[in-house]
């Protein structure tokens, strides 16, 4: 593969593979020159792009990390937590399948970003009496933050609360409300 | 009314609701004055047994002043809502009164007319501002021997800023005397609110905190005492009425609190984070320790401490989850509830209040949050699955007999009795939203108190 030097800005690069993306055989003429981009501070005009008669393979740059997660503040964090909820059935605390692969996915979360420091809110659905949902919704928190630790999560990250049923994520009186309030959910607490 | 009120109180700071429910607290009665001859103690009866009736109209201003005339009214006819709530008389409907020529002083009555209406207790009063607030001067009069009994003191003086309490005080003091009752005129409930919609601090959902607010027993002069975007529940008085204990999450697990809402004391934590979820807090009814239930060995169980925290000791070791705890009102014996038998599903249990004897009181499909009945009842309230839903059933410990008071219409939960055994505050979603409701102990004389917002967990002051 022959390959040249290109003394050239990014919008000519950019420029270049895009009429390399072309299938049709390459015409050897001078490509015009590009016009200015004045959005592109501190670069130089770009030396226009020599001919070519074959297409060339422009390797991808080595790509940032994606910091978009670790650069949010904690309430953009909770208000798109990427640490899914773990649900449960009526009057249970028992990790089922379910729950399980959304916990494997959280405790991923978790290693990836080992300052975090987390709060498990426990919730039950509106069916069980007040007093009781108290002890049940602790139950779930524990069960979940018994799991992440049993796949290697400190414990000393997570804090559990229950709140029973007094702050459901659906006010509504059917099943497809109450499966969504039986949940261990996430509060990330610290970064 | 009483939204009218709760909307001027409500937006009040904490600190100053605290301060003005210290400063509407009326000044006790003054002591009783020496009885004057023509009264004689005795009870006013009916003839052959029947319902003994009786009548209060309005007390009689002793000004033209609007303040005086309102409070004259408003005494008169809370009175005879008072004197009508425990159905110990018949009372006679306020608009029959026209045919009685009115009374112009306590010792002005007309026994022929009242006797017309088959009235054997006439209540009389009058109303008199003072320098330092209102002289309130009362007559209970017996019919049928025309003559005033001394069943009530006969003068009251304190602030006119609330009159309602004059009436509260004469009703409890015509009950003392008359039918050797304790009357809940003068008691107050508390319960957890969400009304103000603040928002709760330390979470991105959009939860509205719950703070603590205190009635009077009939709905009004609805207040509130605690502040700080938390979520506060679970409340219960003090057997000597001063402080509330109650459920707080302001440290973020479920924890203790013990607060005086009429004074300046701090609010105190009983339970430390670290220690599980403390939650359920219990007075004994010498008000010295504190059952509440606790996950700080592992699962829920039953501990008692001091009533500052001291020295908790865990009363229930099993496998299963015990809790709600309620105290008996000789001290003696703890109800609470276990989910021992399975299916997930709680019972209520009684132990020792030292932890030994455990046997099953409730055989339902899931009961729980027991409060037990003050004398001269031995009964106990609790909440019972009823499939969508709880129903308040109140079990008699003598006789295990068990009755529903309520009857699925919506949410039914978490009973409290009043200090007298007779009523029972509750939580109902019958009307949409959770709101304070209170019930006689056969089911009758529901009542809804409270409209604004989400109302819940009501607990009924011992005095």
Redesign the interface.
């Known amino acids: 593969m022959r390959r040249r030097a290109v003394n050239a800005g990014l919008v000519g690069v950019l420029m270049f593979a895009a009429a390399c993306h072309h299938k049709q055989p390459p015409i050897a003429r001078p490509t015009p020159p590009p016009v200015e981009e004045p959005a592109t501070a501190s670069a130089r005009p770009p030396a226009p792009a020599p001919p070519v008669d074959r297409p060339v393979t422009v390797p991808d740059e080595p790509r940032l990390s994606d910091d978009s997660v670790a650069s949010a503040s904690l309430d953009d964090l909770n208000r798109n937590s990427p640490l899914k909820p773990a649900f449960f059935e009526l009057d249970s605390s028992d990790i089922n399948a379910t729950a399980k692969a959304a916990l494997d996915e959280d405790a991923a979360v978790l290693k990836r970003y080992p300052t975090w420091a987390v709060t498990i809110e426990g919730h039950c659905d509106e069916r069980g009496s007040a007093e009781y949902n108290l002890a049940l919704g602790e139950r779930r928190a524990v069960a979940a933050k018994s799991y992440l630790v049993s796949v290697g999560i400190s414990a000393d990250r997570l804090k559990t609360v229950s709140y029973g049923k007094e702050f459901p994520f659906d006010p509504g009186h059917e099943e497809a409300a109450w499966l969504k309030n039986r949940r261990a959910h996430f509060v990330v607490t610290a970064k | 009314m009483m939204c009218k009120k709760f909307l001027g109180t409500c937006a009040i700071a904490g600190a100053l609701a605290i301060s003005a429910i210290a400063s509407q607290q009326p000044a006790s009665p003054p002591p009783q004055t020496p009885s004057q001859p023509s009264d004689v103690t005795t009870t006013i009866g009916s003839e052959r047994g029947a319902a003994i009736r009786y009548a209060v109209p309005d007390f009689i201003p002793l000004s033209t002043d609007r303040e005086t005339v309102d409070a004259a009214r408003t005494i008169g006819r809370v009175l005879w809502d008072d004197l009508n709530y425990e159905h110990e008389f018949a009372m006679i409907p306020r608009d029959v009164y026209a045919s009685v020529p009115p009374s112009r002083s306590v010792d002005d009555i007309n026994f022929d007319a009242w006797r017309e209406l088959n009235a054997d207790g006439v209540v009389i009063g009058t109303v008199q501002k003072t320098d330092t607030g209102v002289r309130v001067q009362v007559r209970l009069f017996d019919i049928k021997q025309r003559r005033s009994v001394s069943a009530v003191g006969n003068e009251y003086s304190g602030s006119i800023a609330n009159p309602r309490i004059f009436a509260h005080t004469i009703s409890d003091d015509i009950f003392k005397t008359q039918r050797a009752l304790v009357g809940v005129a003068r008691t107050k409930l508390v319960f957890a609110s969400d009304r103000d919609e603040e928002r709760?601090a330390?979470?991105?959902?959009k939860?509205s905190a719950?703070e603590l607010y205190v009635s009077d027993y009939d709905g009004e002069n609805q207040r509130r005492v605690t502040t700080g975007f938390y979520?506060n529940?679970?409340p219960e008085w003090s057997p000597d009425g001063h402080t509330i204990a109650y459920?707080t999450?302001r440290t973020?697990?479920?924890q203790i609190a013990v607060q005086n809402p009429y004074g300046t004391t701090p609010l105190q934590m009983i339970t430390k984070n670290g220690e599980g979820?403390n939650?359920?807090p219990a007075w004994s009814p010498d008000g010295t320790r504190i059952a509440f239930?606790s996950?700080r060995d592992g699962?829920?169980e039953i501990y008692v401490a001091n009533a500052d925290g001291s020295h908790a000791v865990r009363l229930t070791r099993t496998p299963w989850?015990e809790?709600?705890p309620t105290w008996s009102p000789n001290g003696q014996q703890i109800a609470y509830?276990s989910d021992r038998t399975g299916n997930?599903?709680?019972q209520i249990w009684i132990m020792d209040k030292d932890g030994l004897d455990p046997h099953q009181l409730t055989h339902e499909s899931?009961a729980?949050?027991p409060t037990w009945s003050p004398p001269p009842f031995n009964e106990i309230a609790y909440?019972a699955?009823n499939g969508?839903?709880?129903d308040i059933r109140i079990i008699d410990l003598n006789t295990r007999e068990v009755r529903s008071l309520t009857n699925g219409e919506g949410?039914n939960?978490?009973a409290a009795f009043a200090p007298n055994g007779r009523h029972i505050a509750f939580?109902s979603s019958r009307a949409g939203k959770n709101q304070i409701f209170t019930i006689n102990r056969m089911g009758q004389d529901l009542k809804q108190l409270t409209k604004t917002g989400l109302n819940?967990?009501p607990n009924w002051s011992p005095k």
């Open positions: 709760l330390g979470t991105v959902e939860r719950k979520l529940n679970f459920t999450w973020g697990p479920m979820q939650f359920l239930e996950t699962n829920g989850n809790g709600a509830t997930a599903q709680t899931s729980d949050r909440s699955s969508p839903g709880h949410d939960e978490s939580t819940e967990r």
